[in-house]
């Protein structure tokens, strides 16, 4: 899929009460577009749920539904088993495959909602589980959550005199997925949409769950312009902090290799939640960036 | 015709969950239910009832699971108990909000600590606020007869709201008894087909399910589940008395059941399976000339205060019995509910059958003597072992 051959419906309706230049419409709106319509969304509590269905007004313009924080993975294995057994049952839904999409944030997908999320997995549901990832707790003000990069500065993994930020490296969850032997997991941004798109319809296509984690800036809870998003998407790539990849069935591949990655550095000192970083700091980081490329061989 | 089986009341509710021909199951085991689930998944395994069978990995995501099922459009069962149930707290409420007609038996047990897997109905009772229908059985047969007219209830366009049916934890679950189990055909004909136009998931129509409800609009989602709670009484009972047409059994006026309440002065109230034990008693005593009643609440969510009034209208002495305990009020959830509606009479509230103390047939008669003696408004926890 190449940027003229994007679907031009909008499934994601304009006029949201996200902040300006928020990455998690970005997200449900590209996700939207690749999976087209014969969709179902289940999305967990957080900035995407609260600033997209304030009652009256929704931006879905596909069947949607929220429960709660913790559980979109279980939600989504509901509507799976709902819609296969109204199916055969019932002969609803005609024969196109209904794609099931579950949204939730860092938190909802890495902590509070691991364990449903495991379990649906591991069950081998029908689904696709997009967790954009913020990196905090966005809705609740700025909360450290088990994605949060090492040293970034949160309201509860403050920069402090004795603590330099967040304490313990960023949870690694498309190993973790991987480890449930489902088919299709990959990692996108959403500053590499035609990749991103791709990853998403291939994801709906495969038999099974498919686990895609989207790293989503966030110019509230990081700390930068609003307009600088999609730039931010870009320098998390470029500078090896989020390499792009797949693992299907197993086999791992790496979808973009920058020409030459650039120092990391360039993407922390534009971002107000690492600006206690000291130059030491920095090269710390640098180092565990460098000892994860290798291993992705980037 | 009908069949009559010898089963427990954990198959009891499987049997009927299977009749209602449900579309989709999502149940995490628990002692005393687990034979329910084992059950369902039997006759999934052996084609005798075509469902989704959801193996979750927890009762928040059993809830989570039936909520989004019913929620797409299917017809919905779990079932629970005790730990599983409070696990379930959260998105009780979520289905409640939601509308979701899902069907759920109870296993009435205690909760934890010290953990103890026997009967009480604290489980249930602590859950009274969630916005579920509770109703609650007195035997295996009326398990099944209460799961069929469940979803009648709930799938009520007056109602729309989730139903647990409790039953009492080994009490029921665990003890054999004859039950009669009608046909399939005759239970789907009373029950019909479920076609919301509420709540499902469609991508031809699209619908927005589970919004954000700012202070403009909550309150109005509060009344309208209260609404849909004074509708569920007349529900009940019309769906009650259509069930006794069709198949022959009836329990009262489906909300509560009166027994020998006309001459009686002094009267128990109680729920659950404790009632058979009243009722013997009742018939012992009046061989002897005795006339003592028992008035069975059948359904304590919506409460039918005007109901209860009324039954008790020649009661001068009331018995008010609690597997509950509100700590810190020395009250149970049926005395706190009950007793302010029945300011003209004595009320004395009687603890009884925490994890699984038994209740013997000399502790009814007792509470029949003491409550014609005993102070009004007095706690009685009855078979406590003092220091
Ligand atoms: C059981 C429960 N605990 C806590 C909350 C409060 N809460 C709502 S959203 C949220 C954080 C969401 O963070 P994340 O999943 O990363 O999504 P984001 O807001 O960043 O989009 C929290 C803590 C809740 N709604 N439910
Ligand atoms: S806080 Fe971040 S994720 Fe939330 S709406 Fe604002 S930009 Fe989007």
């Avoid at chain 1, 959403?190 to 709906?204: G, H, T």
């Avoid at chain 2, 087909?193 to 202070?215: F, I, N, R, S, V």
Wanted: proline share 5%; aromatic share 8%; net charge negative.
């Amino acid at each position: 899929m190449t940027g003229s051959q994007f679907p031009r419906e909008e499934l994601f309706a304009p006029g949201h009460r996200g902040c300006a230049g928020c990455g998690a419409a970005i997200v449900a709106r590209l996700a939207l577009k690749a999976a087209g319509k014969n969709t179902i969304v289940a999305n967990a509590t957080g900035c995407l749920e609260v600033m997209t269905t304030p009652y009256p007004e929704t931006a879905w313009r596909v069947p949607w539904v929220h429960v709660a924080f913790e559980n979109a993975a279980a939600v989504a294995s509901g509507i799976e088993g709902a819609v296969a057994a109204l199916k055969r049952k019932k002969g609803k839904y005609g024969e196109e495959k209904v794609n099931v999409i579950a949204f939730g944030g860092d938190g909802g997908t890495a902590d509070i909602g691991f364990q449903a999320l495991s379990g649906a997995m591991e069950r081998g549901h029908d689904m696709v589980y997009i967790m954009y990832d913020n990196e905090a707790y966005m809705n609740t003000g700025v909360q450290r959550s088990g994605s949060t990069p090492f040293m970034a500065s949160t309201t509860t993994s403050p920069a402090g005199s004795h603590i330099r930020g967040e304490n313990r490296p960023k949870k690694d969850m498309p190993m973790i997925m991987a480890a449930h032997g489902i088919p299709y997991v990959a990692t996108a941004s959403i500053s590499y949409p035609e990749d991103f798109m791709k990853k998403v319809k291939k994801a709906c296509e495969v038999n099974g769950p498919a686990f895609i984690q989207v790293l989503q800036p966030c110019t509230t809870g990081w700390g930068y312009p609003a307009e600088n998003t999609i730039e931010m998407g870009r320098l998390a790539v470029e500078t090896g902090v989020w390499p792009l990849f797949e693992i299907e069935n197993g086999e791992f591949k790496l979808n973009y290799r920058p020409l030459k990655r650039k120092p990391i550095e360039e993407y922390l000192k534009v971002q107000k939640r690492y600006r206690h970083l000291k130059p030491e700091d920095i090269s710390v980081i640098q180092k565990t960036i460098d000892m994860k490329c290798d291993e992705y061989g980037l | 015709m009908s069949e009559v089986k010898v089963i427990t009341g954990t198959s009891a509710a499987a049997e009927a969950a299977k009749l209602a021909d449900v579309d989709v199951i999502a149940a995490y085991p628990i002692t005393p239910q687990t034979t329910c689930v084992e059950k369902l998944a039997d006759f999934v395994a052996n084609g005798e009832l075509d469902a989704e069978y959801i193996k979750v990995e927890s009762e928040h995501s059993a809830m989570s699971a039936s909520i989004a099922a019913s929620a797409t459009g299917a017809r919905t069962f779990t079932a629970t108990s005790s730990q599983g149930l409070a696990l379930m707290h959260e998105v009780l409420f979520a289905a409640a909000g939601m509308r979701v007609p899902v069907v759920m038996m109870n296993a009435n047990r205690a909760l934890s600590a010290p953990i103890n897997i026997w009967n009480d109905q604290q489980d249930s009772l602590s859950q009274r606020d969630t916005g579920w229908i509770q109703l609650y059985a007195e035997d295996n047969q009326e398990v099944l007869d209460l799961v069929i007219q469940a979803f009648k209830i709930a799938e009520d366009e007056k109602v729309l709201l989730p139903v647990m049916v409790n039953l009492d934890g080994f009490i029921l679950t665990h003890t054999v008894e004859p039950v009669t189990l009608p046909k399939r055909e005759t239970v789907l004909d009373f029950i019909g087909t479920y076609e919301p136009k509420h709540a499902y998931l469609d991508p031809k129509k699209p619908m927005t399910q589970g919004a954000l409800g700012d202070p403009n609009y909550y309150m109005e989602t509060r009344y309208a589940i209260e609404t849909a709670m004074r509708n569920a009484e007349k529900v009940i009972a019309d769906v009650h008395d259509a069930f006794a047409e069709k198949f022959n059994r009836a329990y009262g006026n489906g909300l509560i059941e009166s027994y020998n309440l006309e001459k009686a002065e002094n009267v128990i109230i109680a729920m659950g399976s404790i009632c058979g034990t009243i009722k013997d008693m009742i018939d012992l005593k009046k061989k002897e000339g005795v006339e003592i009643g028992l008035l069975k609440i059948r359904c304590y969510r919506p409460l039918p205060v005007e109901m209860i009034k009324d039954a008790l209208k020649n009661a001068k002495n009331v018995a008010i019995l609690d597997k509950s305990i509100s700590l810190g009020m020395n009250k149970g959830a049926i005395y706190a509910d009950v007793a302010s509606h029945l300011k003209d009479k004595k009320t004395v509230n009687y603890i009884v059958g925490l994890g699984g103390r038994d209740i013997t047939s000399e502790d009814i008669l007792g509470i029949y003597a003491d409550v014609e003696t005993s102070e009004d408004g007095k706690t009685n926890w009855v078979g406590l072992k003092e220091e």
